[in-house]
Every structure is written in C-alpha cells, then in structure tokens.
C-alpha cells in the first residue's frame, strides 16, 4: 500500500454547527434547547430501521479501516433525540453491516474546542498510525480552528481512546482573509512526491464556495495556499469537502494519494443553501495544486448528486482489503422534533456504497456494498409478468417493511414516450407534476413500497420517459407525497435524471426497503434517491410491495427477485 496506509481510513459523517457571519445566524441544523437533553427510558421500535445503522437512541448524523476493522465515527446526541450536545460516538464493524458500539471518542474537553468537536476525517501516517483532523469551536461567536487527535493506545485494535495533545493544537487558524465562522469539515489527507501533505477544508467568501488547500511535512505546522484548489461563484458555504481519485477504467477503488494520466479526481461538496450534496469529475494538475471539473460537470447547484433524497454530509474512504472506495452519508429526517423525540431516535447512515467512474467518464456509479447480502433471507421471483396501463401486481411472500428488491422493466417500444419540453430542468417539479398516477406514454412504472392494503398509503419509485430533439430523457422518482397519512411530515417529490442507453429498451431498479427508508438505485446506481417515510398504516406485517404501469405502453417485468432481509446486529 505504500505511502497510503495514509489514505485508508476517514471519517464520514460531517455535521454544522451554528455559525455566527456579518452578524447573521446561518445554521443548518436548528437549535431546539428545551428538547436537546430530554431522553426517554422507552425507545419505540415502530418504524425503525432493521438494517441501517442507528445508535441504540437519541440523535446521530455517520468510516475507516485500520487493521482489520471498520470504525465508524458519528455525531451523537447522548443525552437526546435533536441537535445538540454533540459528540463523536464510534461504532465498530468487521463487515461494515454488523456493529458494535464503543464509549465516545471524542467531546468537548480544550479550550481550543469548547464550543463543539465538529466534523473531520482521519489518515493513517506510515509508521504512526492514525490521525484524527476535526474542526473545533473556540468561542460562543463559532470561531472555528482545525485540530488533531491520536489514539492514546495505538496497538488497542478499537482505538477506543483518543488523546488531543497540546502541542500545535490547533494546528489551523483562519487566516486574515477567511471567515473564521464559516471554516470547517477537514478533509483526508494526501500525500505527495515533493514531500508534503496536503488536506481541504470548507469555506466561502461572501457567497462563493471555497475549498481552500493547505499543505504541511511534518502533519502539524501546516500553511496555506495562496490559492484555494477549488471555488465556485454563486453557491454558498462548502461544507462536507471531500477530494479523490477515481480510475478511468474499472471498478476498484484507488488510495487517496494516487495521480497519474490513467485517473480522475472527483470533488464533493455538501451546500448548505440546497441541503444537498453535488460532486464534480475533473482534472487534478498536482504542479499547480488546481482543479478543474471537465466541461461535462456542471460546478453548482445544478449539478451531479450522489443522491437526490435525503442524502447529506458524506465521505468516502479507500478499503485496502477489498480494494475498493466506499462512499457513505447521513440520511436527515423527515420526521417533526417533537415526533423526534418521542419516539427516542433520530437520523440513520444510508447503506455504505461502493463507488466508481461510470464507463463514460462522465459521472460516477454506486451499488450498496456486497456485505449487505449475507441479510437476504427468503426470496421471490417474478419473470416476464406483462403490465398493461393501470396494472398492479402484488410481490408476495416477503416481508415487505424489510425487502432487497431487484427489478428489471423491459418495453417493446419507444414510440410512445412523451415530447420532453426543454424547460423542464428540475427533475424534482417535473416529478410533482407528473406522479405515479398521471397517465404517460412510456410509464410511470416502477415499484410501489410501504404500500398499506388499501394504497391509502405508498411510495412509489418509479421511470418516465420523455422524447427530446436528439435523445430520449429518463425521469427516475421517488415521491413520498403519499407515503404517510400524518400531515406534518416532510414529504417531497424527489427526482432525478437518468444519463442511460435505451438502444435494449431496459431499466433496473434496486430498493432497500426498512420501515422508514427507501433507499434506490436505477440503472444500476447511475440515478439514486433515498427517501424517509413515516407511514402509519403499512407498517411491519401490514406492509405490502406492488410493481405497477401507469402508462399506455405495456411494460414487462423481465425480472423481478425479491429478499426478506435479516436485522442486523447493531450496538
């Protein structure tokens, strides 16, 4: 592995914290005081995820790999179920499905992080292990300061212990010409031939996003760039950054530190202003320590996403055992504070993914890590099952609050995909105004999950296609407007495009199904949404799965497998 042990471990959760700018507030998370240390004896299990990770309660936001084990480190609420008091919890994994939860590593204990231990990551130096970088808050203004941990016991496999020495901490104060309040998220560091290290850290200047570099030898005396590797105009705090290279061809992963002409680079941010994530393929010139996204990466809020749902403040590491990167991210709630708190959890992790550049250059792929399938339990199938318009089918004998559904839809004809209007650019009003009930050409077909028995309540995740001038256009949806019938819910229209070849006339589609989470990827993670659904009537038992067409072009289901999926061992 070379010098990239460095680069074998991360943390990938990444939280806001309020931060005080020109004399606004700007917060991405909102301060609840009378709700932020009320925890509860009881924990409702209604609805709560069976196989994606939750600490036993209360708030959380979500790894690394170091001798055999995966830690996972996250922002943990111990005392509640909202925003506050916020410290690393850490959980530990030999699959990255089945955890077990450790004391917290890190809380508020120096003066240089009073006010908060915020996000960060972790990289492994040759020859000394691993080292926490994170944001600290120095002051009740949100000043914010980069600062370092290690493990007190280096040889303790969990790491369970984290020391934040005095020397150098911090190790990063703003300098004269950056917002100490908006100054935050460090990324992994990479390390290169002239003999530094190099890391991000998120910023802007005035409402342009920055990801400024800096640069150190020894890991603590590090001095910024003249230039930031990275901004954009127009898009507000970059929060979350993360930097890496991806191979052009292939699907294994590459070590943080690698460059070369046979790669790409790929850079993350999470915008506050949307509370989405967008990413960028592009060039990486080490010489210049700039980089610019190819001209088929839109740099801004139009751009590509890991995932168009409720998707935030992720990270992706290098694994070095299956040689592969994994990408990771924090599934934000749908649900009220108050609901938040009565039920005594709030916030899960999506199921780790394995990343990769798609073959085209153009965009990345994602597909949940192959770990996830030791859970499938009883499975279903359903071949050649023909669909007519306003035809549903029931996929049986599974339990559908907790299913892997795999699903392949096949058509005979584009002909009737409707003419699309080049107006139509957000993904998300064109999926509000054409729901899985409009009647189209070519679709909507896809799957209706959480399903209650009278279809009071479903989520439909489904495909629509449309007919420009020189292509054909692929909606993917996953609409959580019907998926409850409590009102006060967050329940949006999410949406994305789908770049994919239809000269087979094909579509896939994968759904992890889990009581409150509908996490999917179409055209084989290409498009992917998850949404967070809080139905009241399809729950456990009285849950059902369907797979339907609402369109007027016949659709078949070439094939349909279906999994109950096991609960995994958590904490």
Not at 30 to 40: A, K, T
Not at 278 to 288: D, L
Request: glycine letters at 8%; one cysteine or more.
């Amino acid at each position: 592995m070379g010098l990239s042990n460095s680069l074998t471990l991360i943390v990938v959760w990444c939280l806001c914290v309020m931060i005080c700018n020109n004399g606004d507030v700007e917060a991405f998370h909102g301060i609840y005081p009378r709700l932020q240390s009320i925890s509860v004896r009881y924990v409702s299990k209604l609805q709560r995820t069976g196989y994606h990770f939750q600490p036993r309660r209360n708030w959380i936001n979500g790894p690394m790999y170091y001798n055999g084990i995966y830690h996972l480190f996250y922002q943990y609420n111990p005392k509640g179920a909202v925003w506050g008091n916020i410290v690393w919890g850490h959980s530990v994994s030999k699959d990255l499905i089945n955890w077990k939860q450790l004391e917290d590593a890190l809380y508020p204990s120096k003066p240089f992080d009073k006010f908060g231990c915020w996000s960060g990551s972790v990289t492994i130096l040759p020859g000394k292990g691993p080292v926490i970088l994170y944001t600290g808050v120095v002051d009740e203004r949100s000043n914010e300061v980069q600062c370092y941990a290690i493990p007190e016991n280096a040889s303790d496999p969990f790491l369970r212990k984290w020391a934040k020495p005095d020397a150098f901490n911090p190790i990063v104060v703003a300098g004269h010409d950056i917002n100490g309040s908006v100054f935050r998220d460090p990324t992994t560091a990479w390390w290169s031939k002239d003999g530094h290290w190099r890391m991000l850290i998120g910023g802007k200047r005035n409402d342009r996003g920055m990801a400024f570099l800096y640069r150190s030898k020894d890991f603590v005396r590090w001095i910024q760039a003249k230039h930031p590797i990275h901004s954009a105009a127009s898009t507000g705090m970059w929060e979350c950054p993360d930097f890496y290279p991806v191979s052009l061809k292939g699907k294994n992963g590459l070590d943080t530190s690698m460059v070369g002409n046979k790669v790409k680079h790929v850079l993350k941010n999470s915008l506050d202003k949307t509370r989405y994530e967008y990413y960028t393929v592009g060039t990486y010139f080490r010489s210049k320590d700039k980089y610019i996204p190819d001209n088929t990466s839109e740099d801004g809020w139009g751009g590509l996403r890991y995932d168009y749902g409720n998707f935030y403040a992720s990270k992706s590491f290098f694994d070095p055992s299956k040689n592969r990167r994994i990408l990771w991210g924090w599934a934000n709630e749908s649900d009220s504070k108050e609901d938040d708190v009565k039920k005594g959890w709030a916030g899960i992790q999506a199921i780790p993914r394995t990343v990769w550049l798609d073959s085209s250059g153009r965009q990345l792929v994602q597909w949940p890590v192959e770990e996830l399938n030791s859970l499938r339990e009883k499975e279903v199938n359903i071949s050649n099952q023909k669909l007519k318009k306003g035809h549903y089918v029931e996929v049986k004998g599974i339990t559908a609050a907790q299913a892997d559904v795999e699903v392949t839809f096949s058509f005979s004809s584009l002909d009737k995909a409707e003419t699309f209007d080049s107006r139509w650019v957000n993904a998300e009003d064109l999926c509000m105004q054409r729901g899985s009930k409009v009647q189209g050409g070519l679709g909507p077909f896809g799957i209706l999950a959480l399903t209650s028995k009278k279809l009071e309540e479903f989520t439909p995740v489904f495909f629509r296609i449309f007919k420009a001038p020189t292509k054909h256009v692929v909606l993917m949806c996953s609409d959580a407007r019907s998926s409850s019938m409590k009102r006060e819910l967050y329940k949006p229209s999410f949406a994305g495009f789908v770049d994919v070849d239809l000269s087979y006339k094909k579509l896939s589609l994968r759904s992890l199904i889990d009581h409150s989470v509908v996490e999917s990827f179409g055209a084989g993670g290409k498009t992917n949404i998850l949404s967070r659904v809080y139905p009241t009537l399809a729950i456990n038992k009285k849950a059902h799965l369907f797979v339907f067409n609402n369109g007027t072009e016949q659709i078949t289901v070439e094939n349909l497998k279906a999994w109950s999926m096991k609960s995994a061992r958590r904490n």
